[in-house]
């Protein structure tokens, strides 16, 4: 390993306050700042815009556990999709620089999630790297393609997602790539290319797990307490989840939904929210960091809702059960296999059969009760450090 030398591409922005990096959210990042502590030859490049503390509301944003032993690159920063494509191409141009300049005499191996604007162009910037290691969470084209499919424009980013996702299955035929994919389903897509694929699902950290005696769970409520954590965007079902909570509690259950992140869709939300009278039942809380604060809205609720159309190996289940929460989920994705037995799964995310997972989940409390417990005792499997070994391991064998 020591006549090799890694570049780990980190795609979340992050904010430089006061010499400490901030995110809105984890998301990829921690794993890859983790990864980083292991060997000096691993150099992590962030995306990285400068600020102050007055400038960003502090209690928006986690600080990220980069310490001395990480060696970072920093990069132009960026906003959106487009904002990636543009801001990257300069970027890696300019990166490939700085690689060279780090790497006379040793074997460059670049690394990063995948399909990714970045390790796409840095794949004909610096062709004289061994090897690509992409980390693949989910289908990028398809969940494209739900989140611009309103828009007339849309078939741009979903095209451009194609080329991203072509260009790794031709290097894995080329054998100059290697794959992680999160979770098994992801995993036999990519084996048709190559056999050096490998599932891995390092998504939290062991300091969100609670012990299942220190929460409140469904303990003798007379409503049902739902919660739904992320993007506000289609691909997410959260608005056939208002208009199936509407539906439940005209049919008589009483329902309180939270609904935890910010995006496109918080006007349409909140509009369909005041129009129907939900102002008492159904709250938007905006975006709440990784921490102590958010773990708390799991405590007090007694399902996190996921009605997608398409994930890959959501970290917010696994947050759901590190805190002795069940699920309510669509069988999408790696979704079916990551807690199988604890799982309530909807066919489809239709209003129709998100009503009845509601309608079940308030009259099955005990059985909801168990299925957190268990769900809990099967997380440390998705805990990042559980996985960090495993993918240090593939990576020096080269």
């Not at 920063?77 to 006379?104: C, P, V």
């Not at 059985?367 to 998705?382: A, I, Q, T």
Request: proline letters at 4%; aromatic letters at 14%.
């Amino acid at each position: 390993m020591t006549n090799n030398i890694y570049f780990l591409y980190a795609n979340h922005p992050v904010i430089k306050i006061d010499n400490r990096y901030f995110s809105y959210t984890k998301n990829f990042v921690d794993f890859f700042i983790e990864l980083s502590k292991v060997s000096s030859n691993y150099n992590l490049i962030l995306p990285c815009k400068n600020s102050l503390k007055s400038d960003v509301n502090m209690e928006d944003l986690v600080l990220l556990d980069v310490t001395d032993r990480v060696n970072i690159i920093e990069v132009r920063s960026y906003k959106g999709h487009f904002g990636a494509l543009f801001t990257t191409l300069i970027n890696a141009y300019n990166l490939k620089k700085i690689i060279r300049r780090k790497s006379i005499r040793k074997n460059i191996y670049l690394a990063g999630p995948g399909p990714n604007s970045m390790i796409f162009w840095l794949t004909y910037f610096v062709p004289e790297y061994k090897r690509v290691f992409f980390f693949i969470r989910g289908d990028t084209v398809k969940t494209v393609q739900h989140m611009y499919k309103n828009k007339w424009w849309g078939r741009v980013p979903v095209f451009i997602s194609s080329i991203f996702q072509k260009r790794i299955s031709e290097l894995l035929l080329q054998d100059k790539a290697q794959v992680f994919t999160y979770g098994d389903v992801l995993k036999e897509k990519y084996l048709k290319y190559s056999e050096n694929v490998f599932s891995i699902a390092p998504l939290i950290s062991n300091d969100m797990i609670i012990k299942c005696e220190s929460s409140d769970y469904v303990e003798n409520f007379d409503k049902i307490r739902l919660l739904f954590v992320g993007r506000l965007s289609a691909e997410k079902g959260v608005f056939e989840l208002i208009e199936a909570v509407n539906h439940t509690m005209l049919n008589g259950i009483p329902i309180a939904l939270t609904i935890v992140g910010n995006g496109v869709l918080k006007d349409k939300l909140e509009n369909f929210i005041l129009s129907n009278k939900l102002e008492n039942c159904i709250k938007i809380v905006g975006h709440i960091a990784s921490g102590p604060k958010l773990w708390n809205f799991f405590d007090k609720s007694d399902v996190l809702c996921v009605p997608s159309y398409t994930e890959g190996v959501p970290r917010v289940i696994v947050e759901s059960f590190a805190r002795c929460v069940p699920v309510m989920a669509t069988s999408v994705g790696s979704v079916p296999f990551m807690f199988p037995e604890d799982t309530v799964f909807l066919k489809n995310n239709s209003i129709e059969e998100i009503e009845k997972g509601i309608k079940w989940c308030y009259k099955n409390k005990d059985k909801l009760k168990f299925k957190g417990k268990h769900g809990l005792s099967l997380v440390d499997s998705f805990v990042i450090k559980n996985n960090i070994d495993f993918v240090n391991k593939i990576f020096i064998k080269l």
